[in-house]
């Protein structure tokens, strides 16, 4: 099983200032990676898709980049509507999921 | 526009068969893989397996023992049964479609399964 761990466990940070989370793999995944946005009460939404691809709709403040076994989330400017949590997820092998970033405000 | 609806019990008894439905609308189950997706309450994202319209299946190892997926076309519906349950399986359940470069990019709501006497 590939095991994804992401950091920091929470990030505390003001709207308006650059977000970068982290995800590393166990072994290496490629591409194969993407990132999800889970606000309380909802189902994640696709954000990042193939390390680097922003999804349909996607702002284009929201980045990813990395290949192999360490990846990046960069959130350019942060909105109020981006405090959330975040989660990275492999499809190299199976599907799994890291543990998530929580984005708070500061 | 596509939605995904899970339906099924919201309380199930330790040791019974937690069984849960989803359906789709407005878009055709063939042509994708779909997934069920777990979340327990107030932790991460556990995928459990997918199905393939054709219904070829690949299961999460760590619950393969206990799970069995389905699809039923005619319906444009996919079905999750997890065997044995324990308070351990206590989460919402999330169905979700492998769709962009296979990844989860439609999710259902998600539904509250409780496992309690």
């Known amino acids: 099983e590939i095991v994804l761990t992401q950091s920091p466990a929470t990030l505390s940070l003001s709207p308006g200032e650059r977000a970068t989370l982290s995800c590393r793999a166990s072994?290496?995944?490629?591409?194969?990676l993407a990132w999800y946005q889970q606000k309380p009460g909802q189902a994640p939404r696709l954000l990042i898709y193939?390390?680097?691809n922003r999804a349909t709709g996607i702002p284009a403040r929201f980045s990813g980049s990395g290949s192999g076994t360490d990846f990046t989330l960069t959130i350019s400017s942060l909105e109020p509507e981006d405090f959330a949590v975040y989660y990275c997820q492999q499809r190299s092998n199976w599907r799994t999921f890291g543990q998530g970033t929580k984005l708070e405000i500061k | 526009q596509v939605q995904l609806q899970e339906s099924g019990p919201g309380l199930v008894k330790p040791s019974e068969t937690l069984s849960l439905t989803c359906t789709v609308s407005?878009?055709?189950?063939?042509?994708?893989?779909w997934s069920w997706i777990r979340q327990p309450p107030g932790k991460g994202l556990e995928w459990i397996g997918y199905i393939y319209y054709s219904g070829s299946t690949n299961y999460n190892p760590s619950l393969k023992s206990r799970v069995t997926i389905s699809v039923d076309t005619s319906k444009n519906q996919f079905s999750l049964k997890l065997s044995s349950v324990t308070a351990a399986d206590t989460a919402v359940y999330y169905c979700?479609?492998?769709?962009?470069?296979?990844?989860?990019?439609?999710w259902g709501r998600g539904t509250l399964v409780t496992v309690s006497s």
């Open positions: 407005d878009v055709s189950i063939s042509g994708y893989s």
């Open positions: 979700a479609r492998d769709g962009l470069n296979w990844y989860f990019d439609l």
């Open positions: 072994q290496s995944v490629s591409s194969y």
């Open positions: 193939d390390a680097s």
